[in-house]
């Protein structure tokens, strides 16, 4: 592993120059930087509230974002404090900035853009354990490609797969539609990513030694403390807390919905009604049929499910009336 990712002289000063934006033209990179993050958090924010998976893809490619979260790896592995504060400054600064661009393309909105009615929302306000497993997994790729220059070519794939704008964008959007409780979510899952990019970009960087070749490429290199390490590890435990509530509860969710649906089915069947849904939100538990009159008795499907130990569940029944009827003309 220590040979397949060695880097030269040549490679450190790359990798400081492409993740210090405050080096070479210090003026040119940070326009870049904010230009495209600004741009990135429109399309993310279009792409949320128009549900469309394509669009917010395409945010996640143009996104800045990866390079002062990689960049905080490298100040921590060189000692470098005062581009470690740099860089989480703009980390912090850029969060900021995308949250408050979802928040005001909020308010030309007509409607709530919540997880009860789009698809993007719903897929960024309950995080789990396996996020995070991806994001580690994602971060360390990232890492990896940036050590390695013949692999870069990765880093397209690594910037769809890590979620840092889209995120933003959804506590900016959740919050003006006031589901505080989703943009604390969505807070959570770019912070669980945040943590895992720096958390592996410090691995790799370590494991390459670049501490040990920095000084053949005149890069100056401080003392790495323990303490600075042990940050880093609190970080991911701090996240793994809630994730793994999220997971638990995610998992209680799952049990309950599979529980209920087949009461639901076996009780709409005998009416000659068909179950279109079964899901949770909130607390209450929707059931979504379908069929043509006389309209059933939801009073037998609430006794069905208090016979099966669901009786603390409150059920929301949706009756969706179907059927045709032939117009003829005049």
Do not use: C, Y
Request: no cysteine; net charge negative.
């Amino acid at each position: 592993m220590a040979g397949a990712l060695a880097v030269t002289a040549a490679d450190v000063t790359r990798i400081t120059e492409r993740l210090f934006l405050t080096l070479g033209d210090r003026r040119r990179n940070l326009t870049a930087f904010w230009v495209l993050l600004v741009l990135a958090g429109v399309i993310a924010t279009a792409g949320v509230v128009a549900d469309s998976t394509a669009t917010v893809i395409g945010a996640m490619i143009v996104a800045p974002l990866m390079t002062p979260i990689l960049g905080t790896a490298l100040a921590l592995v060189l000692a470098d404090r005062r581009q470690l504060a740099t860089n989480i400054a703009l980390v912090v600064g850029a969060a900021i900035a995308v949250v408050l661009i979802g928040f005001v393309i909020g308010l030309t909105v007509q409607i709530d853009v919540v997880a009860a009615t789009n698809s993007q929302v719903a897929g960024r306000v309950s995080p789990r354990l396996i996020d995070l497993l991806a994001a580690v997994a994602t971060g360390m790729v990232g890492a990896f490609a940036l050590v390695r220059p013949d692999v870069s070519d990765t880093l397209p794939g690594v910037a769809i797969a890590i979620s840092l704008v889209p995120p933003l964008a959804v506590v900016g959007l959740t919050l003006e539609s006031g589901a505080a409780g989703e943009a604390a979510g969505a807070l959570l899952l770019f912070g669980t990513n945040v943590a895992a990019i720096i958390a592996t970009g410090t691995v790799v960087m370590l494991a390459a030694r670049i501490r040990h070749v920095a000084p053949e490429a005149g890069i100056r290199v401080g003392r790495l403390r323990g303490r600075s390490l042990v940050a880093v590890a609190a970080s991911l435990v701090l996240v793994t807390v809630p994730l793994a509530a999220g997971s638990v509860h995610v998992l209680q969710e799952q049990r309950l919905v599979s529980q209920a649906k087949p009461v639901a089915t076996s009780w709409a069947e005998a009416k000659g009604w068909q179950v279109s849904d079964v899901f949770l939100r909130g607390s209450s538990l929707h059931v979504v049929v379908i069929g043509t009159p006389p309209e059933p008795d939801g009073g037998e499907l609430r006794e069905a499910f208090d016979a099966e130990g669901l009786s603390d569940v409150e059920v929301e029944l949706t009756l969706l009336v179907g059927g045709s009827e032939t117009l003829d003309g005049a």
